[in-house]
């Protein structure tokens, strides 16, 4: 986005970690790139963005729908929306992975869905974009897929063993696991992936909506939309191109979604990667389940993509 922006355009990231916003501020330095302190669910921008982004964010808020109303009320008229995330509920492993590990995962689940978190929340995307009134409504397939013998399969495959260690004491403390669960969990999946993991699909989708009205400035021939491809840094491919012709510009971009320990890390000047939100406790959604095989109408799934990701969940 930084590339396709120019020297007048500008790309903002909002993050209310502030320490965290002190090291992406130290680390990537550009003249029209800056990151913003504030939440994402009440944060009010005076200025408007041709793309409003969130990579993995929206599984960590309750409700989710704010955050989308928040992102659409900071898009310019006809701006594009893109919310890359996960639907915890469909990832899978091959061979199953053992038992110790499946309750450490079920646990995971039932905790997330205590705090209202969506366990199925790219699939829900396509109905919660409709219902903010966002036209032309696509949907990609994202999966992140690592299979044996890829160069970076144990970096990948070891995702949730950084789970299991940074998130697993909070199930621990809010009751959902015991302690000597958590520890069982971690040495043998620890011992597994080194020793009988395949191949692990974490099910993921890219969405994007437009906005419905175009406005422009008199003569103004730059401003377009954009379908903005969701790319992944640690798989280590180039950039994907961003659509229509290169020569046009986006005018301003805008990444809302929380920076954390885990990923900071920008490939080429183009996209950045961002991993998760992190939300206080709050209570149940009244209804977490979406389905895949129940999309809106106008919804349009265009294409299957299997990238690798050492990021986690």
Known sequence: M?????????????DRDESLLVIARGDHVFPNLRFVNGDVLNFAFQESFDIVTAARVLQWINPPELAITKMVQAAAPAGKIVILDYNHDNNAWEPDPPSEFMRFY???LEWRFANGWNNRMADCLPGLFQSQGLERIQVHIEDEVARHGDPDFSTVGAIWLNVIETLGPQLVEA???AERERTEAECVY???IDTNLHVQTLQMRTVEGTGSIMRAEPGDTSYRRY?????NPAANTPAPAITPAANQRIKAALVCASWTA???????KRAF??????????SPAASLTCSANNLPARV?????ASVNSATPA
């Open 2 to 14: 930084l590339a396709r922006s120019g020297p007048n355009g500008r790309v903002v990231g909002l």
């Open 106 to 108: 079920k646990a995971f």
């Open 175 to 177: 009751g959902f696991l």
């Open 190 to 192: 620890r011992e597994w």
């Open 227 to 231: 379908a903005v491809p969701i790319h």
């Open 262 to 268: 885990w990923t900071i890390s920008f490939a080429s």
């Open 273 to 282: 990667s961002i991993s998760r939100y992190s939300s206080s406790r709050t």
């Open 300 to 304: 349009s799934v265009l294409r299957t």
